[in-house]
């Protein structure tokens, strides 16, 4: 849209919907675009974007006119992944995972050349064993350098948990040199872990997450980072994020959020003096007593292996002997649960929801979470079904421990693997939990090696399954829920989209059925025509009034005498 917001035109949206231009042939096109590859700094309607045809797997990188919607192709991946391009708008980078091996590859192009070099090697490998965890998930380059010769790329450092580090590379020589690491902790946990400068041709700051939100600064005398200084003093007890701004940084928009309020959104202005006007507040609906703080926490499992997690309190009445939630995150790999609230994740939404209405949340970052360095996410591989499920049972005596819990009112709630979890948890722990939700839930293990579930139709699917799941038919069927039901006490709520591609109805419907021949409590809500969770808002709703009139029944007040005399 134009700057008076005028002329405003959806060429890209969360949705995931097509953008229907037509090339400078003339022939149309439908093109779904996932993200900004470069500003064409000399012409202000033209932007270097990536995307995918329709029925195409294979990213490619489209010049877009974004005044009359013609669009060329200046590059293509090989196999699905991503591009780079340089601070000139030129792709020089591509990378992505070979579909028949499942392997990830990078490849780069120096400047003025056609012909693109294969550097996998240099980019993904390392000095030791972990180099299997590039192949799971390889990570992406940040950014060019300002020589537009090197680049900016997150890589596994030589350190006691072999945490991410930032490296910077220069495929010409093939040097690789850390920058920076955290012992403790990966850099680039999500889309703001990097700072660049206003010109966007600079690395000049970190942020990492051992806890609560740290930036590690890498250039104090860039003017970005003095801006972000200012602004924290202006707006306390808030992080800052410079979301957008002009390439002289004399005009930026500023979003300060925390873990208990909503972003607010400012513009920033450097002249004629300097000046910040709020611009909106995003859920104004929400007020200041609404929210509760995120607590960082850790504490020792079983086996003496540390585990980092969040709690959350009701924002009123006591903080002692409460109703326990245990939220577990989904993935399992490769993501953690994170601090700070953010209304678009359902991580930080249903942990808010919960705290208000009463409940004690603690959210641990169980082996297997990412953001903790590779091997403590390899440690979660190939033990979904015993110290996986251990790590979440030893949270619950930290809290009960603490007398943050009630012992007798404890409920485990998930997504996804998280669904997966809370009934394997109750199975294998049938005195902890009063009561367990599974969203979207994977309950038949071998299914996930099916077609039945999309994660098996393609190479680096089938590679994640080899090495998290393993192929032992009869540990796979011991880790199963389905498998488990004798030792299930607990009453259970399952919620389930008839579209799942990811977790296999098949497994849902096997599930149900296992239950109510076991004769446990058992309720069930199915959406036949939503997928891997709820999108549809009245489906949502609807969730959530089951799930908060499920738990009020079990650990709910008037559930405290029931409970008690239960156990």
Not at 137 to 144: A, E
Not at 467 to 474: E, H, P, T, W
């Amino acid at each position: 849209m134009n700057a008076n917001g005028s002329m405003q035109k959806d060429l890209m949206g969360f949705h995931g919907g097509g953008h229907l231009g037509y090339r400078t042939s003339g022939t149309y096109e439908m093109v779904f675009f996932d993200g900004l590859l470069s500003h064409i700094w000399g012409d202000k309607n033209i932007i270097l974007v990536q995307g995918f045809a329709q029925n195409m797997t294979t990213v490619k990188a489209y010049k877009l006119d974004t005044l009359n919607d013609r669009f060329f192709t200046v590059a293509s991946t090989p196999y699905p992944g991503g591009m780079l391009a340089d601070h000139d708008g030129n792709v020089r980078l591509e990378w992505g995972t070979n579909p028949e091996s499942g392997t990830p590859y990078m490849e780069y192009r120096p400047l003025h050349s056609m012909h693109w070099k294969d550097i996998s090697t240099l980019v993904y490998a390392t000095k030791n064993k972990w180099t299997i965890a590039n192949e799971i998930d390889p990570v992406p380059p940040i950014m060019f350098g300002p020589d537009n010769k090197t680049f900016y790329i997150p890589g596994i450092a030589d350190n006691r948990n072999l945490t991410y580090g930032l490296y910077k590379i220069d495929p010409t020589t093939g040097k690789k040199k850390l920058l920076y690491a955290n012992p403790d902790v990966d850099v680039g946990y999500n889309e703001i872990s990097y700072i660049e400068s206003f010109n966007r041709e600079s690395l000049v700051g970190l942020r990492t997450m051992p806890g609560k939100i740290n930036t590690l600064v890498l250039d104090g005398h860039s003017a970005k980072i003095q801006l972000m200084a200012a602004l924290t003093q202006s707006i306390p007890h808030k992080q800052i994020e410079i979301t957008s701004w002009t390439r002289d940084g004399s005009e930026a928009i500023v979003k300060a959020w925390s873990d208990d309020q909503p972003a607010s959104f400012y513009l920033y202005s450097a002249k004629p003096r300097p000046s910040l006007t709020l611009l909106f507040r995003t859920a104004p609906w929400i007020t200041d007593k609404d929210l509760s703080p995120q607590e960082p926490i850790s504490y020792r499992a079983r086996d003496g292996l540390t585990i980092h997690g969040y709690l959350t309190l009701p924002p009123n009445g006591p903080k002692k002997d409460l109703p326990l939630v245990i939220y577990v995150h989904g993935g399992p790999y490769g993501v953690r649960y994170m601090w700070g609230f953010n209304g678009s994740d359902f991580d930080s939404v249903a942990t808010q929801i919960l705290a208000n209405h009463g409940y004690a949340v603690l959210a641990p970052n169980y082996r297997g979470s990412g953001g903790y360095g590779v091997k403590f996410e390899a440690a979660g591989f190939r033990h979904w079904g015993d110290t996986m499920q251990e790590d979440l049972a030893d949270a619950n005596q930290w809290a009960i421990k603490k007398h943050i819990a009630d012992p007798h009112r404890i409920c485990i709630l998930g997504g996804s693997y998280g669904g997966y979890s809370a009934l394997m948890s109750a199975e294998l722990f049938p005195d902890l939990y009063r009561c367990a939700i599974g969203f979207s839930g994977v309950y038949d293990l071998p299914l996930l090696k099916s077609r039945a579930s999309n994660i098996s139709r393609y190479a680096g699917g089938r590679l994640w399954e080899r090495i998290v799941l393993g192929s032992d038919k009869k540990t796979l069927r011991r880790f199963s829920p389905v498998d488990n039901v004798a030792k299930l006490k607990a009453p259970v709520l399952l919620i389930h989209g008839g579209r799942d591609q990811i977790a296999p109805v098949e497994g849902y419907d096997e599930m149900v059925d296992a239950i109510k021949k076991h004769g446990t409590p058992l309720k069930t809500l199915f959406e036949r025509n939503e997928g891997h969770g709820f999108y549809k808002p009245a489906h949502r709703i609807k969730a959530w009034n089951d799930i908060l009139g499920f738990l009020g029944k079990y650990i709910g007040p008037g559930s405290k005498n029931v409970a008690s005399n239960s156990h």
